[in-house]
Every structure is written in structure tokens, then in C-alpha cells.
């Protein structure tokens, strides 16, 4: 992916290394091509849950899902502040994503939940990533929302992994 | 695709006909498939806009990718309550989908207004179809999801359509 | 009045019938005059209500009014996405409006309301005449926005019914 | 059930077939006495809801039963628009009631969520047949209020079902 | 009725006398099967309103109807709290209520108001009743409840007495 | 009423004619006076209400106070603004009010309709000569409230004339 | 028009001298059928907008419309207020109105903006005759109202003039 | 004052002691004067508060002024509604009030507080000794009442008192 | 703990009997201790949640704690209008609290259940006594607040109790 | 500053007369100049206040801040709407201003409020002559604005006028 | 403290550094048993504030201790994110708090905001020394938290420090 | 600038360092100064937009000048809370604005745009300077805040830089 000289005749959009700013928006939008397939798997299991927890479950994934999907729009205009494009379709959302799809016609609730905790600590993880690498070109912008980004990661690892704990 | 036979113990959860439900849920989790594409592509059309109507058109398809995401989680959870699954992936997705990725990385705004006239009349089509597939099994509670839904589509169509023209 | 053919370039906005669509259009044409001119008429008993139920009734129409006020912008904009022209004027309204102006200086309350009660009644009836050819072409998004606006006049007619019994 | 004459002196308050309408009344009060019905055990399940699941299904029960009762206005007030009477009474709830009556002293949760499926399940059903009487008559106002119910009560089958499901 | 001993394992879920609290018990059942028959009553008189004030008279009894619906949850739930059951049925309400059904199929207006004066009257009085037994077992809890609900009982009385009024 | 030289030291509040404001602070206590006088006498018919109309009437004279209500507190503050002091107190009132009391047992609906005509017109008259002050020493501050109260009072006097005729 | 004498037997309503009350209720009448003409013709724009623009043109004229829309009633109302009659029926409205009707089946944008920039002047200006009007008579709670709508009129002269102008 | 007969022809009202309801009236009555006293002289003060503090006091005897106003009502409906009269005008006020006028021109900011607060701890006391009259005839819902405006009163009282104080 | 003599100069700020006064703020101040010390235990068992039910019950002990915090303010500031002194610090809660730390690593979720149904009946009994002091010295404002408080504390015990039973 | 003839070729956007708007918009400009420097005087002590009635005065500063910004909008799009140009930058408000800057490092809050006084007065007075220069024309719209803005600036000398006594 | 190795079965909860996290969750610990320490401390100052400046400050305390509870909850789940315990008792928070309790039965006003300001000055601190040991394992996500609450704490600081000077 | 010793005789407000601070200080005051003469600028292009684009680019601006005036009021405060003091007057703003004015007649909407690009991309650079500085200092509270400013004013480049591009 290359920094699109759309400045030539105006101006650079932006002060910062252009380098830098080059790995940052391949970052980015792999990280949004992730929090696509995982708001897809989110639903799925929202979808397909079932058992005893259900209306719990449903609703927690629910939130879930909310959550990350409000996580695309702001990492996906970062990467056209940064003078980048962004993702474009389904077929390129398949080319980036690391999270795993998963067809299966059933997964039991347990199983479910076990899944989206790896999921969702891979994506903090490539998050942090993302984050070193704002702060070494100083895109502080990118890099903030980032934070919160993380923490909202984390909070979903933690009712996962306690709800997934077989202790009455 | 096959209706869950999840009532074997408990309950039939429906009392419609089986193999109708079979067929409207195929065509259900093929219009789930074209509305997550069709998102993704208004929203890459959102993020890649330029020109002096930048601001108007960024506005316009993003209320018009709110109004498509809507659609996904009635529709879907349809398919579930009457007896079958649903998408599971972007993979399911990319298997299902009839709305075209256009992975281009420059498309002139007034390409990417023709292009969602094509997509949007298409998903109408298609909708109205299945409309006439639920009013065969008597699934009204889907159908009048539908004609809402339909609604919507027409009025995208109408928009994109004159924001086309060029009259001055 | 004719389907205009704006889409001889581009793309047909509709995939319903050409005929059936001028059809429609028509009668949608005339529901739309009938309730510009229905909306003044209630407005007219509204602004010269008298006697001991004066604030009762004067609340009423208003409520009337603006249910009625709020189902033009939606019937006018089916017409043009179903690509034909829809009212223009004050004059165009006299031409095609089926509710007979009263422009009596005084109206006793009891006849505002049996006049109004007629005027209902043929409103939802002409709107279910509208309603069947809309099933005829298959075009199910209006027929669904009619159905509600018939409960709505059904629902005045019946309010307008019961407050003009002379029943202590 | 007769239609009342109200309209001797006046007009008559509809223009759909006399008899019809009485049969679609019919209907309507039975489905109003179910809801009646349904709506006093659910929140009686509500009450005595217990087991680890208790804030969750406690919470279900209420939603559910806050959606049964929303459905019994506009029903009743369909059959007055129609011109004929409605529901009066406890005793006529319990002439006209198809829900069956459960009066132990302890159900156990998951009793109460399989008994639960069975009543919605007849209700939904029972939707659906009045949803044919309407348009018989070309009722098409009442028919799409039912629209909305069916799903409701599908929707609720859908909850209760996975929910009583054994998997962990 | 009996106060179920479901505290044997655990602790007693209330300090208050087990005596009183069954007598307490009996009297909210009534009065909870009370406000179920009064508020089918009050709908009862709502939908089948009529003459020159059936609008105000029908927004009146409608919301004393919403009024009424509001007391028997917080009651019911007093019960639970007390260690006791409360109401399951129709047919338990049928049982239990001190309000007389009328299943007229017209009544005329005035004669709905007086009806609903002296049924609103009976409850009130009712609740006093109850709300000397609380007093006499300390729960305060309840009596602070029911004293909510008898200003608005006395509120209903003192609206139907004047509007059943012949004064100009 | 003098203007108190409370800017001795400072600086005069205001840059209009001191004698001038005088009058127009004379003129406005009077009608702060009124407006509490009017206040409790609507509250009392408000009270005191009776009738086949008790409800709609009840209500109206509610709104006509809490309308009379909200213009004490702006007209008492232009006094201050305009350096002069405002109403103290029940017996300041007493002495400045020229609304008449009426401490009548009963008071027939209609008598209420009418007396309140009486009153609102005096002071739609009184405001209207204090607003002609207002113009004389250029205050165009108060006149702006005047204008607005001026409309409510006139909006009283036509709902209550109308309310009052014996029209069918 | 003739100021009516309903006040024979209790009261005059109003304390302005009648002779001007019949000329200012005569202008008024004109302006609300200007208004409703005005709005009329506006939505006919909104509706039949096309172009490049056509979303924000769209808009624009729906904001337009809803603000002329909000003018009518309070006025109509002070005609009611000062003693006289005001519209009745769309006939009337033909009969007063200035506001010239454009029946043509397409009106290119830039000719809409251009038509609605004469037809809102000429509505400022015959509202400050109006105005005037108000002023000889010391109605200054009607000339308070046209201040503000004067001023809505000449901000949709300035928007539509500065859209009109062909600038890059 | 006596409890008005207007019983005789259809039902009491209540089933309360008359003799008690006559007493409890009479102190109600005497509350809704002083609450009314009361309100004028907190806005008295509110409007001519000065010193350093002004904005701070002047916003507290608002809230104060506020809080007083909303006790009448609900006070002067109870007395209705227990089958008596109440409050007529601003010289009935005058009659019953125990609330001193304070009719000078200039009172220092902390002589306004030491006033109130002596006003409200009087007030408080003066509820309290109704409450017991409520007791005694069993009138719990004029009691309730009373026991949230006795903690508003003792609120009121510690506000001013601390504000009252010279520590710094 | 004694009253503070703080009345010296000015005037007492409370009618009521001292030693009673005394009396019942003891109590108080031991039930504000008692409820931050709950609010802190509740909080733990929140973070601390693990299990199948992680999200059903953390919310709920969030809901709880909520609950149990809004206690404070109103009890702390009742002590202080009626002249005494509340509570200052850690310690002072510490000294104060009779609700019993649990500082275990781990609890398991069924062991927090049955922890706060007994600290929650506890808390509600020590309210009841605290309601027959306030009884006693006729402080009926502070009585009202504990009524609403004793039945959120045995709402909680409901709830926790049903949650805590093992029945499937 | 000359009205522009931006009306060439289209219309005038204005029916009053040219000489006359031009001098309202010049004193218009040099109103909104002033509100400019007096948002930041205000804004300057809001930051800078100091003293034991910080938070009080920091707070009725932030209060009138707002409220003087919100007068320079409707102002500056008044000039817009008659034909002129406005205020383009800090230093076209540095020509215009009337109101003092004060760039002392420390200010006591006293002679803040003394300050403002004398600013908010004098602002006042130019509205009040910019006023009559609208009444001279006719420009009914302009006037309006100001009325409601002459208030405001009255009501910031009194709130600052009484803060500013030496009152205890 | 120990990191919990609750994740031996399932997967770690963070790709931190596992020495890293419990030192910050060690600090967290401790600035959460602070900020509930000084939140009793601030509500004790918020209950027994008195002089002239009561209300002012009353209110300023309020909002200090909303801010700073509101503090709480997501640092003590951000502990558990990080797979520590956070905060248990009473007991816990008062061996872990820095803040120092006072329970003075009298404190003076100036003396409670000094006492603040230290107190808030040295929470900062702690803060800021907790997020240097974020920095250091590269925990964003507390950090960003504490980003907040330290520019909330200096807020307060400067509040206080401003309101504790003697100036005129 | 120096940092003001306001703490001499009672607390350091900080336990930053004073130097660092002075240089962070002087910062934010530049940064102020520009914000405020770039939300004159932008005002002012949008009250002398023109052309076709005039109501899109009008409301966009609005939207950038709220963005922008609510950076000052945090920033100005941040400076004051690290003990310095912040901008005075609109000759102080002057004196330190890097922000160029524009007092040109006529500006091509075009070249509003380019010029704002230019600005804004100045000021996010400025801003990133500030937060370097505030990093050295270890002022992460300050950071925080220009990290959201910053990508605000990243996203006005990017709008203002799409609508600037001549595309169709």
C-alpha cells in the first residue's frame, strides 16, 4: 500500500513522516479488516447461541458486536487522514483478516466463548502493535483512540474468560 | 440448507410448512449475504469520496450504510426463528453474496452513485422476490419486514438516481 | 400522466411493471390532493370549533390534522420512486381533489364531525381501492405504508362517529 | 357476535363486507382473551420464577409480557373500528380464553419456559388464521398489525426454546 | 394460603411475624385480583365509550386504566417479598375479585362513571383495610406503598364524581 | 414608587429616563399583582371544577395558570432591571390587584368561563396600555415580554368565549 | 370580511378598535393562503428536485416548507383571536393567494431556486405591510409574530439567492 | 367549613369520619395559605436579594420558591378529594395565613435568611401537627404527602441556617 | 453522640424532642456506616464474579450497589437536619459498620449470594428499628425515607435468594 | 461599508431602503465587534477569577459568556440578509470595537464585576440606537433580535450590579 | 499480590508482562482505596460545610465526590483486566489509603479546602507516578484512564485553591 | 510568561516542573490565540459563503467552528491549572495568533476552502509541538486533551481537502 500523492498541487495533508505513516495505515487496516470478520462471528454466535444462558449470551454478544463495529468507522477515517485508502470490500476484509472463520452449524455456548476470548486478546494484542508504531512516527490521533480501543478489548476478554469458568 | 429438526423433544417451533420454510430461509440468508456486501461497499464508497460534494454524498452513504446495516439482524433472526441458520462468516458471506466487490482504488464519485443505483435496484429485486416466496408459505411476519425494507431500497435507488443527473 | 422515462441512459429506477406503476401513481396522485384538501378542511373546523366541547374537539382535529399532514410526504415520494411526477400546486390539488370544500361561515360542531366522519370513510375507502392495485403490480412497500394509513382514518372515522351520538 | 347497527341514522363506519367483519371479530376477541390470558401467567411465572437463571428470566418474562400486553389496545380497538363490541370482563376473558390457566403452586424454570413455547407457539398460529380472515375481507389494517404480532410471538417461541435447551 | 417455608436451608427472608405476613398476604392477593378485574372493567368502558365527550372520557378512563395496571406489579411483588405466592390465573382473579364484572353490551356513559365511582371507592377502602394490617405487623414497606395508591384511587373517585355531575 | 439610587456610587443601571421608568414600574407591579390574583382565582375554579366537562375544563384552567404563572417572574425582574422594587408580599398584592375575588361556595361552570373572560380581557387591555409606556420612554425590552403575553391572553379569552356558548 | 359579532351577548373579545381589526384579519387571511400556496410549492420543488445537488437542495426546501408550515396556524389563529374568520378549504385559498402556481412537469433546480427567491420576498414584503398594518391599530401581539417569520423569510431569500449564484 | 354534601344523590366519596375529614380540611387549608404567603415572600426576597452572594441566594430562594409551589396542589386537591372546599383567592389567603408579610423596602441578605428560616421550621411544625390529625382519622394519603414536604421544609430550614452563619 | 447546640443564637432548627433526636441519628449514623460497607462488599463480589452467570450477576450486584449508594445521602443529610453530626471518615465507617468484611482471595458466586441475602436482611431489620425510633419521636420524614429503603433491601434478599436455589 | 450589488442580474434580496440598511449595518458590525471583545473580556475573567466566591462567579461568567456569543450569529446574519458584508477577522475587530481590552495580569473580582458592569451598560445603549436606526427603516426583524439581546444585557448589570455591593 | 493464574486451563487474559502488571495493579490498589477514601472524606466536608458560602460549596463538594467515585469502577476493572484482585473491605481500603482521615467534629470552611487541596495534589501524583508504570509495560489502555483523572484532580486543585484565597 | 508563585503561601498546585510548565504554558496560550482567530475566520467564510455549494459548505463550516471554539475553553483552563495565566483581550490574541486574517471583500468559495486547509494543517502541527513539550514535562493531562484536537483538526484538513478536488 503507498501514501497517495493527492497533495501534489495543494498540499500534504498531514506533517508527519510519510514512511511511517505508510506502515501505520497497513496496520490499520488490517486491524479493521479483523474487527470486520470479528463483528461477523460475533453475530454469528449472537445469532446461534443457545442453551440455558441464552438470553445472556445473546445480549452480551450483542454488545459485543456493538462494540467492535463502532471501532471500524473512526480506525478506517484515520487511515484516509493519514493520506492512505482503506478497505474497499468483502473480498479484501478476506485478504487482510487473521481472525478465523468459523462455519460450522453448531458450536455449543462454551465453545463459543472460549473462541471469541482468543479472538478477542489476538486483537488487543495487534492493537498494541498498531500502537507502537503510532507512537514512533508521533501520530498521537491514531494512537489515542487506539488506547481506548485496547481497553474495550481487554473488558471483552474478562467476561468471557469468567463466563466460560465452570464454578457455581 | 436444512430446517434444524430442534423440535424433535420439545416442540415443531413453527406450524409453516417445512420445505416453504426451507426455501425462504435460502433466499433470507442470501439477502443477509448482499447486505453485509452492500455495507461494506457504501461504507468504502463513504471513505473514498472526493470532490466539491464531498461533505453531501460522505452524509448521504452513510445514512444510506446505517440504514442497509438494519436491515441484517431482523432478517436474520428470521431465518433462526423459523428453524434454520444463518451466516456465519465472511467467507458465508463472499459464498452468497451477488452485490460485485469493486476493490478499484480510485472511483469517481459520480461511478460509485451509478454503481449503487445498480446494487440498490438489484436488492429490491431480490427482496421482492423472496416477498412473494413468504407470501406463498403465508410467512407474513417476514413479508412485512420486507415491504419496509423494499421501501428503503426504492428510496436509495430514487436518491442515488438524481444525485446523478447532471442538471444544473 | 406518464412514467417519465428518466432512465433511458442510466438504469429503469423499478423493476414493477410500466403500466401498473402509471396506474398506481394515479391514484396516489388523487389520495394526495384528497388529503392536502382533507388536512385544510380539518384545519378549518379546528380554527372555528365553538360551544361547551370547544377545547376537546379543537384538540382532536388538531390531532387529526397532523396525522393526516404526516401521510403526504411518504405517499408523494412512492409516486416518484416509482418514477412518474406527483402534485405541484394549490390548483393542481382543486383538480384533483375528491373532498368537498365547505366554505360556510359557521358550522355547527355536531355537523363539523358528521362531515368529517364522510370524509374518512371515503378516504380510507379510496385508499383501499389504491391498496388492491398495488397488489395488483406487486409493489408492496406502498400497499404496506397504506395499510397503516387506513387504520389511522378508520380510527378517526370512529372517534368522529362516537363523539357525534347524542348519548349522555 | 353481531355487528352492531350504530349507523342507522348516520353512515355506516365501514365499507367492508357486514359478515365478514363479524367473523374477523370473532377472531379478534378470542386472540384478545389469549393475550389477557397469557399476559396474567407469564407475569405469574415472572413472580415465581426461581434457580440460579432467576434475575435472567425473571427479566425475560417481563419484556415478554410487556409485549403481549401492548398487543391487546390496538386489537380491541380494531374490532370497535370494525363496529362491533369487545372484550368486557374477567368472565368473558375466561368464555373466550384458549390459554390454559396454571395454577400450581410451584412450576419448576424450565416447565415454565416449555409451557411457555406451547402457548406462543398456539398463539402464533392462531394469529395466522385470523390473518387469513383479514384478507378474505380486505382487511388489509388489521392484517398488518397482526404482521407485527406473529413475529413477536415467534420471537418469543425462539427465546424461550433456546433457552430451555440443555447445553453448556 | 401459606407462607412457603423456602427458607429451611438458607435464612428466613424476612424478620416480620409469619402470622401477619400470611394475613397481609391474603389481603394484597385480593386486591391484586381486584386491580386485574378493575383495569379489564376500565378498558371495558374506554373501548366501548361513547357520545359528545367520548374523547375525553376515553383518554380519562385511560389512564386511570394505566394507573391501576401500575399497582399490581409492586403488590404482587410485596407478596414474593413476604414469603408468600400470588396470583397465576384468570380463573384465580375470577376467584379472589371483589369487583363485579358487567358484560352489558351498552352502557351509557354517565352510568360507566358511576360505576367506576363506587368500584374505585370499594378499592380504596380496601386498601386501608390492608394498609391497618401492615401497620399492625411493622411492614412498612408495603403500607408506604399502599398509600401511594389510595390518594390515587381517591384521585379517580373525586374525577368520576364530578364528571358524572349534571351541571352546566 | 421611587427608583431607588442604588448607583450612587457605582453607576446607573440603566440608560433610559428615570422618570419614565417610574411610571412603567408602576404600571408593571400592577400587573405582577393581577397575575398572582388571576393565578389563584383560575387555580380555584382549577379546584373547584364540576361537571359533565370537569376533566377538559380542569385541565384547560391548569394550563391557562401555569401560562399566567410563568409571566410573573420575567415582568418582576424588568422592575428590578429597571432599578425600581416589585411585589413584597400577600397584602402588597391585595393592595395593587384589580382582579376581583370571588370566594363563592360554588360557582357554576359556566359562570367560571365567563368571569374568567372578563378577566383575562382587563388584563390583555392593562398590558397593552403599559406596553404603550414601554414605547413612550423606548424600553423595547419589557414591551418584547409584553407582546408575547399580550397573545396568550387573547389565546385565553378566545378558548374560554368559545367554551362558553351553548353551540351543539 | 366582516368582523363577526359574537360577542352580543357576554363580551367583546378584544379591546382594539374594530374597523382595523377587520383590515389586519383581511391581510392576515391573505397571508396564510400565500403560506399554504408557498408551502405547496415548495414541496412540489423538494419533491421534483434533481441534479447533482439533489440531496442537499432536498433538504433545504424540506427545511423551508416545515418553517412556512409553523407560520400558519399561529396566525390563523390571531385572526380567530381578533374576532373574524379565517381560511376554510382549498377554493379559498386559490382565491386569495399571490403566490403564483407552477404546474410544469420539470423545473430545472437552478429555475426553482430562482422562482422561490422572488416568491419569499414578495412574502416579506406583504408581512411588513401586515406589520404595518398591525402597528396603526397597536396590535402588537400579531406584529410580534410577523417579526419573526419577516425574518425567516429574508434568511430563505439570502440561502436560495447564494445557492442560485453560479461561483466556484 | 364544612364537608359539602354533594354526596346525597349518588355516593360519598369516602368512607373516612366526616368529623375528622372536617378538622384535617381545616388544616389543610391553612397549609395551602401559608405554602402560597410563603411562595410570595421567598420570590420577594429572590428579586430583591443584594450583596456579594447575590447570584448564589438568588438561585437558592428559586429552588426554594419552587419547591414551596409544588406542595400546594397535591394539598389543595386532598382537600377535594376528602369532600371539602379550599383556597379561593388572594383575601382568603390573607385570612388563613400564619406567614408574617414583610412589606419593607430594603432587608439585608442574612435578616432574609434568619426570616426563612423561622418561616419554614414554623411551616414544618405546622405539617407535622396535620399529620397527626391525619393519623387519627386514618387518612394515610394526606399523610404521606405531608411527610416529604416535612423533609423539604427541614431541609430549607438547614440551608438557610448554615448559610446564615458567619464562619468563614 | 450529641446534638450540636448550634441553635444558640439564632433558633433551633427542629421541633422535635432532643434525647429523641439523639436517639435516632445514632441509628442513622450506624445504618449510613453499614451501607457503605455493604456498597464496598457489593462492589467486590461485582469485580470478583466468576462463573456461568459472570454477566447476569455482576450486573445485578451493580444494580444493587447503585441502589444501596443512593441510601447515603438522603439518611447522612437527614442526621444533619436534625442537628447532629454524621459520618466523617474510613474509620469512623470502620468503628461504625456492623456488616462484616470478607476479604477472601476467592468466594465462590453461590457463597456471595448467600453472604448479601443475610447482610441485606440484616441491613433491612436494623431500618425497621430505626423506623420504630423515628415513630416514636414522631419524625415521620425521616420514616418515609426508610419505608422505600426497607423495600429495596427486601427486593434484594427476593432476588438474591431465588438466584441462589438450585433448581433447574 | 457599501451594500453590495449582488442583485444585479436576479433581484434584490431586500424591499427596504438601501441607505438606510447600509447604517444598520454598520452598526450591526460594530455590535458584533463589540459582543467579540466582551466574549473574551468575560472568557479572560472566567479563567482569571480568584477569591472565596470563585466558583460562583466563575460559573455566572461562563453563564453570560454563552450568552453574549449566542447574540453574534443571529446579528451577523442579519447584515448577511440585508445586502452587506460582516466581521472577517481579529484584527477587523480590533477596528471596531468599542469595549476595552484589559491585559492586567491580575484583576480583583471586584473590579471584574465593576468592569463588566460599565461594558454589559454600555452595550446595552448601542443596541438600544442600533434599534431605533431599524425602526427608522422599517427592518421590524433586526429589531426583534435586539429587544430579547437589551434584556439580556440588562439582566447581566443587575446580576453584576447587586454582586457587586458590600452587603451582608 | 500475585497475578491470579486463573488462566491455566484457558489462555492468559493479557500479552503484558506478567511482573509489569502486578506492580500497576499493586498502585491501582492503592489509588482506588484513595479515591474511595477521599470520596467519604469530601461527602463528610460536603455534609458539615456551613457559613455564608454553604450552598456554593455544598454543591462544589457534590461534584468533587460524583468525579471522583466515578473514578472507581474502571480502575478497579482495569485490576481485573489485568489478572489481579482489586479492593475487598473497609478494612482492605483502610490499610491501603494515603489519604488521611479527619473526624473533627468541627472543621472550617477554609480548613476543609486547604485540606482538600493536598489532598487532591497528592492523588495527582500518585496518579501520574501510576501511569509512568503503565508507560513502562506498555499498558495504554490505564493509562489513557489516568490521562483523565489526573487533569480531573488538577481541576479540582484549582477550584479549591482559588476559593480558599482571600480576595475581595 | 511566568509562572505566577499564587502558591506562596499555601501549596504548590503542581508537582510538575516550573520550568517545563512556563514552556508548556506559553504553548497552549499560542495555541488559544490561534483557535480563537481561526474560529473568527471560519465564521467568517461562513457567513460570506456563496454559489451553488453555498447551504453544504455553510453548515460545514458551522460544524468546524464549533469543533474549533471547543478546544479553548479545556486549553485555557489546562494553563491556568498549571499556575499560569492565559489569554486576556482580543489585542492579546493579536499580539500571539500565527492564524493569518483575511479581510477580503470576496473570497471564491474555493479559495475559502484552500486557505482553511492550510490553517488547519498549521494548527494540528502546532499542536503536535504542544505535545511534545507536555511529554517532556511528564503533562499527560494536557496530552491527552491535543491528541483528540489534533485528530479533529486532522479531519477538517481531510474534509476541507476532498471538497477542494475538482472531481465529478
Known amino acids: 500500500m503507498k ?3 493527492q497533495v501534489d498541487v495543494l498540499a500534504t495533508p498531514s506533517d508527519l513522516d510519510e514512511a511511517g505513516r505508510e506502515k501505520v495505515c497497513e496496520s490499520l487496516n488490517e486491524l479493521v479488516a479483523d474487527l470486520f470478520a470479528l463483528y461477523v462471528k460475533v453475530k ?3 445469532w446461534h447461541m443457545s442453551g440455558r ?5 445473546h ?4 454488545e459485543h458486536a456493538a462494540q ?3 471501532n471500524i468507522d473512526p480506525l478506517a477515517e484515520r487511515v484516509r487522514k493519514l493520506g492512505a485508502n482503506t478497505i474497499h470490500s468483502i473480498s479484501h476484509i478476506a485478504d487482510l483478516q487473521r481472525v478465523k472463520d468459523n462455519d460450522e ?5 462454551k ?12 486483537l488487543a494484542k495487534n492493537m498494541r502493535i498498531a500502537h507502537e508504531q503510532c507512537d514512533d512516527i508521533k501520530d498521537v490521533a491514531t494512537a489515542s ?3 481506548t480501543y485496547i481497553d474495550e478489548g481487554e473488558e471483552r476478554v474478562w467476561f468471557l474468560f469468567e463466563a466460560s469458568r465452570d464454578i457455581a
Open 44 to 46: 454469528n454466535y449472537h
Open 145 to 147: 483512540l487506539l488506547e
Open 59 to 62: 445480549l452480551m454478544l450483542d
Open 111 to 122: 465453545d463459543m466463548l472460549i473462541d471469541l476470548i482468543n479472538e478477542n486478546k489476538e
Open 53 to 57: 444462558h441464552f438470553r445472556d449470551y
Open 3 to 5: 501514501i497517495i500523492n
Open 105 to 109: 452449524e453448531f458450536v455449543a455456548p
Open 68 to 70: 467492535i463495529l463502532a
